[in-house]
């Protein structure tokens, strides 16, 4: 009894096996073709009863769910949506969203191709729009060294405040509250230590100290100031004037230990400072071998670690040009 | 005539390589000359490989329900209850065939020995030494001194080196042991028929009703003598102390034999397998010059009953070691060199085509579908894990390139995500599988461990990449470039 039963078991087992086998050998062959011919954009023409090459377009937006609408017909998906099986030709996408602007596109699909708009933004109609401080502004900084908050003159020009970009800290903090800040103010800077902002004006050069520990100090240039950079240090002020590049040290107020590097005779020159190699670039105007004013462009290491030799350089660079 | 049977010998070495390669070389080819070919061809396996898994994983659930089924049966009594006349008669035989392994492996295999249920007055056990390693006396005589006692029998036996036409295997130690059991037997007056064989490498524990279960089928089954059986190895001993990355390896070899069992006209012996002692004497023993002599005694069997031999699958576990190292690193070196063992195992292919050649009784028929069995198993081996894992992902990075725009460029990625993520739900069966087939955790390994178990079936994809097809194809070229491998000794370790 016990042979039989184990014999039939042993049969029973193979013959489900032998279905198993079957049925994933008839799975294949009938899978195969389906899958291969919708992979390579094939398509079943039901009326003509003939096989078609068609073309896809791929939607992606940002936010994602829009409804999709094809040349006025709107399809059951939302964005990301491929929208596969196209006969070759011209259509008009259209995306719509609730409280976005809609977003519409001429696409041209062909045959055995695929488009893809993966980059589409929808901009709300109401975007988010809060308050951020109470007080009236002037003017107001977001510097590059400190971009956590954003700094704001006061209205009646005797202030400076600073507020948190974090929405959550919505207190400001008022910086210094003496000064007094002329309308032609041409730039704002704030030092690396992020402890004093520096502006200029005409040939005034002013530096505000924000912990009021120090007082502020106004420095006069013979000649109008161009740009103003901060040293790395946040102890020395670099000044582009329309007449020469000038160093001016924060420790004994601006009056000594000034130190004119170059003259120079561009009256509008360009100059940019990185103040983490100390290198300021700027341009110049010299006369060439031709006789004809000529503008180049220089490049000035003022670090602590620079050789005289290059400054020395540009200089007999310069008046030899001057020749 | 001689210089024939070289080139033969050498031509059926080759082929194995040769497909493998091809199948590689034609994809990588057209993934950068025709990539819609190459599409074409990638999509068609991956749609193969899902339907192959999927039914593969029937069988896989369906020969697991089996072991469960048959887990807690009184194997014994079952045999009592036959009341077969030889039942009574039937002496089990084991031979262990060690070569490095100390006490610390051995006394466990032998342990899990005197505790089975089987009457130990019929039960023989030789323990088969190198002779060339220096402990090997002293091993022998601690082990004799603890086990001599429990079993009707028990055999040290030495295999010397340097055996004309032997080579350095496991099979040449196995064969020597068999040879002094042979002349015990003459000896006592016992006859071959009334004795099963069974070959264990040195550390596998037999469960209690092993010998219960391997008689049931000896008696049971149309011409027991010619039938291996086959138990189900599983690699429990050390497997919670094991690295995850050894263990779903394991595991998952262990999943193949259950696979493998569940189709037998694929069902080859491997590892630890039992067999009646009178047809292993008459087909002369295991080969002593092969590594694989563990398939290689079936195919001699096969060979000598001119097709009428099988493998009986025994829906009963015997427990062996997981290969693993210190580190990551080790672990993936140790499994490398084990699997390219396991793979070489293709070099069962030159000689069964071979001897076909020379057997005019088996019939066609029988032959073609036993070598494509063979070069199925082992070209699939070699390429698979290749193609799914190194081959489609490459395609993919390269997809804007190479298909410029067309929809198949399009939709590949896709379609074959959706593939290949189909079979990540057999994966989560595996996973779930494995947990019945965990032996109980061990009170010195950490609850996390359980959390490891189930979270370990993520290195799938890696345990691919790094040893899915390599030491198949690396076994194979070998063989093709007649680089023949020597056995190479797993290390085993216990805590």
Same mark, same amino acid.
């Given at each position: 009894?016990?042979?039989?039963?184990?014999?039939?078991?042993?049969?029973?087992?193979?013959?489900?096996?032998?279905?198993?086998?079957?049925?994933?050998?008839?799975?294949?062959?009938?899978?195969?073709?389906?899958?291969?011919?919708?992979?390579?954009?094939?398509?079943?023409?039901?009326?003509?009863?003939?096989?078609?090459? #068609?073309?896809?377009?791929?939607?992606?937006? #940002?936010?994602?769910?829009?409804?999709?609408?094809?040349?006025?017909?709107?399809?059951? &998906?939302?964005?990301?949506?491929? !929208?596969?099986?196209?006969?070759?030709?011209?259509?008009?996408?259209?995306?719509?969203? /609730?409280?976005?602007?809609?977003?519409?596109?001429?696409?041209?699909?062909?045959?055995?191709?695929?488009?893809?708009?993966?980059? !589409?933004?929808?901009?709300?109609?109401?975007?988010?729009?809060?308050?951020?401080?109470?007080?009236?502004?002037?003017?107001?900084?977001?510097?590059?060294?400190?971009?956590?908050?954003?700094?704001?003159?006061?209205?009646?020009?005797?202030?400076?405040?600073?507020?948190?970009?974090?929405?959550?800290?919505?207190?400001?903090?008022?910086? #210094?509250?003496?000064?007094?800040?002329?309308?032609?103010?041409?730039?704002?800077?704030?030092?690396?230590?992020?402890?004093?902002?520096?502006?200029?004006?005409?040939?005034?050069?002013?530096?505000?100290?924000?912990?009021?520990?120090?007082?502020?100090?106004?420095?006069?240039?013979?000649?109008?100031?161009? *740009?103003?950079?901060?040293? *790395?240090?946040?102890?020395?002020?670099?000044?582009?004037?329309?007449?020469?590049?000038?160093?001016?040290?924060? *420790?004994? &107020?601006?009056?000594?230990?000034?130190?004119?590097?170059?003259?120079?005779?561009?009256?509008?020159?360009?100059?940019?400072?990185?103040?983490?190699?100390? #290198?300021?670039?700027?341009?110049?105007?010299?006369?060439?071998?031709?006789?004809? &004013?000529?503008?180049?462009?220089?490049?000035?290491? !003022?670090?602590?670690?620079?050789?005289?030799?290059? !400054?020395?350089?540009? /200089?007999?660079?310069?008046?030899?040009?001057?020749? | 005539?001689?210089?024939?049977?070289?080139?033969?010998?050498?031509?059926?070495?080759?082929?194995?390589?040769?497909?493998?390669?091809?199948?590689?070389?034609?994809?990588?080819?057209? =993934?950068?000359?025709?990539?819609?070919?190459?599409?074409?061809?990638?999509?068609?396996?991956?749609?193969?490989?899902?339907?192959?898994?999927?039914?593969?994983?029937?069988?896989?659930?369906?020969?697991?329900?089996?072991?469960?089924?048959?887990?807690?049966?009184?194997?014994?009594?079952?045999?009592?209850? $036959?009341?077969?006349?030889?039942?009574?008669?039937?002496?089990?035989?084991?031979?262990?065939?060690?070569?490095?392994?100390?006490?610390?492996?051995?006394?466990? @295999?032998?342990?899990?020995?005197?505790?089975?249920?089987?009457?130990?007055?019929?039960?023989?056990?030789?323990?088969?030494?190198?002779?060339?390693?220096?402990?090997?006396?002293?091993?022998?005589?601690?082990?004799?001194?603890?086990?001599?006692?429990?079993?009707?029998?028990?055999?040290? @036996?030495?295999?010397?080196?340097?055996?004309?036409?032997?080579?350095?295997?496991?099979?040449?130690?196995?064969?020597?042991?068999?040879?002094?059991?042979?002349?015990?037997?003459?000896?006592?007056?016992?006859?071959?028929?009334?004795?099963?064989?069974?070959?264990?490498?040195?550390? =596998?524990?037999?469960?209690?009703?092993?010998?219960?279960?391997?008689?049931?089928?000896?008696?049971?089954?149309?011409?027991?003598?010619?039938?291996?059986?086959?138990?189900?190895?599983?690699?429990?001993?050390?497997?919670?102390?094991?690295?995850?990355?050894?263990?779903?390896?394991?595991?998952?070899?262990?999943?193949?034999?259950?696979?493998?069992?569940?189709?037998?006209?694929?069902?080859?012996?491997?590892?630890?397998?039992?067999?009646?002692?009178?047809?292993?004497?008459?087909?002369?023993?295991?080969?002593?010059?092969?590594?694989?002599?563990?398939?290689?005694?079936?195919?001699?069997?096969?060979?000598?009953?001119?097709?009428?031999?099988?493998?009986?699958?025994?829906?009963?576990?015997?427990?062996?070691?997981?290969?693993?190292?210190?580190?990551?690193?080790?672990?993936?070196?140790?499994?490398?060199?084990?699997?390219?063992?396991?793979?070489?195992?293709?070099?069962?292919?030159?000689?069964?085509?071979?001897?076909?050649?020379?057997?005019? $009784?088996?019939?066609?028929?029988?032959?073609?579908?036993?070598?494509?069995?063979?070069?199925?198993?082992?070209?699939?081996?070699?390429?698979?894990?290749?193609?799914?894992?190194?081959?489609?992902?490459?395609?993919?990075?390269?997809?804007?390139?190479?298909?410029?725009?067309?929809?198949?460029?399009?939709?590949?990625?896709?379609?074959?995500?959706?593939?290949?993520?189909?079979?990540?739900?057999?994966?989560?069966?595996?996973?779930?599988?494995?947990?019945?087939?965990?032996?109980?955790?061990?009170?010195?390994?950490?609850?996390?461990?359980?959390?490891?178990?189930?979270?370990?079936?993520?290195?799938?994809?890696?345990?691919?990449?790094?040893?899915?097809?390599?030491?198949?194809?690396?076994?194979?070229?070998?063989?093709?470039?007649?680089?023949?491998?020597?056995?190479?000794?797993?290390?085993?370790?216990?805590?």
């Amino acid at each position: 009894m016990g042979l039989f039963v184990k014999g039939a078991i042993k049969v029973m087992v193979q013959k489900i096996r032998a279905v198993l086998f079957y049925l994933s050998v008839v799975l294949f062959l009938a899978l195969t073709p389906v899958i291969l011919f919708y992979s390579f954009g094939y398509k079943l023409d039901i009326d003509r009863l003939r096989i078609i090459k #068609t073309g896809l377009i791929y939607l992606k937006s #940002t936010p994602d769910g829009a409804r999709v609408y094809l040349d006025t017909r709107r399809l059951n &998906q939302a964005t990301p949506v491929s !929208i596969e099986g196209l006969l070759p030709g011209e259509y008009t996408v259209f995306l719509e969203l /609730e409280e976005y602007y809609p977003w519409y596109q001429k696409v041209r699909v062909e045959s055995g191709k695929f488009t893809v708009l993966d980059n !589409i933004v929808l901009f709300p109609v109401k975007p988010y729009l809060g308050k951020i401080n109470a007080a009236d502004v002037d003017d107001f900084y977001i510097f590059p060294n400190d971009k956590d908050y954003i700094y704001y003159i006061h209205a009646n020009k005797t202030a400076i405040s600073r507020v948190s970009l974090n929405p959550r800290e919505k207190e400001a903090e008022l910086l #210094t509250g003496r000064v007094n800040l002329a309308g032609n103010i041409k730039d704002f800077s704030l030092s690396p230590d992020k402890n004093k902002i520096l502006y200029f004006y005409g040939n005034k050069l002013d530096v505000v100290y924000l912990d009021g520990e120090k007082q502020d100090f106004f420095i006069t240039a013979d000649h109008k100031i161009i *740009s103003a950079f901060w040293y *790395s240090d946040s102890e020395r002020v670099v000044a582009v004037t329309d007449n020469d590049i000038r160093i001016y040290e924060l *420790s004994s &107020q601006g009056r000594e230990n000034t130190v004119k590097i170059l003259n120079i005779n561009d009256r509008r020159s360009r100059a940019f400072y990185d103040n983490v190699e100390d #290198t300021l670039y700027f341009t110049d105007t010299q006369v060439g071998a031709d006789g004809n &004013q000529h503008r180049g462009l220089y490049r000035m290491d !003022i670090s602590k670690r620079a050789a005289p030799t290059l !400054i020395d350089n540009i /200089e007999q660079d310069i008046r030899y040009n001057e020749r | 005539m001689k210089d024939n049977s070289y080139f033969y010998k050498r031509a059926f070495e080759i082929t194995p390589a040769v497909i493998s390669w091809s199948i590689l070389l034609i994809f990588l080819c057209a =993934t950068f000359l025709k990539p819609k070919v190459y599409a074409l061809l990638i999509i068609t396996f991956d749609i193969f490989w899902v339907i192959r898994v999927g039914y593969l994983t029937s069988l896989l659930s369906f020969a697991h329900h089996r072991l469960n089924k048959e887990k807690n049966k009184n194997w014994l009594s079952l045999c009592e209850k $036959l009341s077969h006349p030889r039942g009574q008669k039937i002496y089990q035989a084991v031979i262990f065939p060690a070569y490095k392994e100390g006490l610390d492996i051995l006394g466990p @295999s032998l342990e899990a020995m005197k505790n089975t249920n089987y009457p130990k007055e019929k039960m023989i056990v030789v323990v088969a030494f190198e002779e060339r390693m220096a402990d090997s006396r002293e091993k022998a005589k601690m082990l004799e001194a603890r086990y001599k006692d429990y079993f009707f029998v028990y055999l040290s @036996s030495f295999h010397p080196d340097n055996i004309e036409g032997e080579a350095r295997t496991k099979g040449a130690n196995a064969t020597w042991a068999a040879k002094r059991l042979q002349e015990l037997l003459d000896s006592k007056g016992i006859n071959y028929e009334d004795v099963i064989i069974s070959c264990f490498d040195a550390d =596998t524990c037999v469960e209690k009703e092993y010998f219960g279960c391997l008689l049931y089928h000896y008696l049971t089954v149309d011409k027991p003598q010619q039938c291996s059986y086959q138990p189900i190895p599983v690699y429990n001993n050390n497997i919670w102390h094991a690295s995850s990355f050894a263990r779903i390896i394991e595991i998952s070899s262990s999943y193949f034999q259950l696979i493998d069992s569940m189709r037998l006209e694929k069902f080859v012996t491997f590892s630890s397998h039992s067999m009646s002692f009178k047809t292993l004497v008459d087909v002369g023993y295991w080969p002593v010059d092969k590594v694989s002599d563990d398939s290689l005694i079936y195919w001699k069997a096969y060979l000598y009953y001119n097709s009428d031999y099988r493998v009986v699958p025994m829906y009963i576990t015997v427990s062996m070691d997981v290969a693993y190292g210190k580190n990551l690193l080790q672990t993936l070196v140790i499994q490398y060199r084990q699997k390219r063992r396991w793979a070489w195992g293709i070099e069962v292919f030159p000689y069964v085509i071979l001897n076909f050649k020379d057997n005019k $009784l088996i019939p066609l028929h029988k032959k073609l579908r036993k070598a494509f069995h063979i070069l199925d198993s082992h070209v699939s081996w070699a390429t698979y894990a290749m193609l799914l894992a190194v081959v489609s992902p490459l395609a993919m990075l390269f997809s804007n390139y190479l298909f410029k725009g067309a929809v198949i460029g399009f939709n590949l990625p896709r379609i074959t995500g959706v593939l290949f993520s189909l079979t990540n739900i057999t994966v989560l069966l595996w996973m779930i599988l494995s947990l019945s087939l965990m032996p109980p955790k061990p009170k010195d390994v950490k609850f996390r461990a359980r959390i490891k178990i189930v979270t370990q079936w993520l290195f799938m994809p890696l345990v691919m990449i790094a040893i899915g097809s390599t030491p198949a194809l690396d076994a194979q070229t070998r063989l093709a470039l007649g680089k023949y491998m020597a056995f190479s000794y797993t290390e085993k370790k216990r805590k």
